[in-house]
């Protein structure tokens, strides 16, 4: 299609879409709708800035949804939108002729790593979802190349390196099918083992967060004054839902001494003590925090005590929470 070139950058003919040109150069698979132009320079490519930062966005969005689903890390949905945007503009950058380092591997590191900070932070089993989040890539991508072999899509060689003519939507669909295996590979091995995995809803004064719940029929926890069900969380996501108060490990190993912390802090909240005996422990108490709102996978439940544990409730990493089984 024709434009008027200026310097690197070219104005579409509508006007209203921002293009750049890159001279000797073409994107590789994260290309979402480019057209070959000559403007006197030298052949080059025409890419439009719109579709490869909301087709970057897409997948890393996607990508980002299964690392977080295979780890049941409690990321907030802020740092999930954050990490996608923030690789869609990397995208975009990768396309200026200065920026194009960005594309090579020291620089597709640092775009990695940024984006795993944003999105997962550096604490705690933060490393985690990091690994997982580089095997999901890899995965990504193998699965991208082998789909480009089986539909025979056209390739070509420039600079030493194989490029692969693919739209955006595929790559988005491909991100999706990613996804969607992930759910449904994690669901089905979850009932195999006879156990369930369901997403957690937490809302506690206009905060809400989500994290993975294991339904266990062996947790009977209950509160001995109202005989509510109560469900057990790590105390990370207590620290979540309270961050101006800063809560760490030791303080669930005191939870009398939480609670009045608490109390203090936030008269609002609704606290108490639960009581609780395990295999191979001695029992003990549990600080409690009443919910204004539960849900487990969009459905509300009628209970509203979530007791916070200082050690892991998970054997792996994969949950955070655990509910009573039906």
Known sequence: MPAECNKNRVVSPVGKRPVFFR???????????????????????????DEVFAVNALVDLLLLKTAVCVTGAGTRPWRLWAGAGFGGAAAVAACVPELGWLGRLPGAGLLFLGLSLICFGRRGRAWKSWLWFFCVCCGFGGLALAVCGLLRVPAFQ????VYYRVTGRLLVLLAGAVY????????????????????????????????VALRDTGNTLSDPATGEPVLVARWQVAARLLPELGLDRDAFQDPAGL?????????????????????????????ALCMDRITEDGVPVRTHLVAFSPTDVSDGGGYEALCQGE
């Open 23 to 49: 001279k000797r150069s073409i994107m590789g698979m994260q290309n979402a709708k480019c057209k070959m132009h000559n403007s006197g320079r030298g052949e080059g490519v025409v890419v439009y800035v």
């Open 158 to 161: 420039r600079d030493g390196t």
């Open 180 to 211: 969607a295996g992930a759910r449904i590979c994690l669901d089905c091995f979850a009932r195999n083992r006879g156990r369930e995995l369901v997403r957690l809803g937490l809302s506690l004064a206009g905060r809400e967060l989500s994290c």
């Open 259 to 287: 609670l009045v912390r608490l109390g203090a802090a936030r008269p609002g909240l609704r606290v108490r003590l639960i009581p609780f005996r395990a295999v191979g422990t001695e029992g003990g108490l549990l600080a």
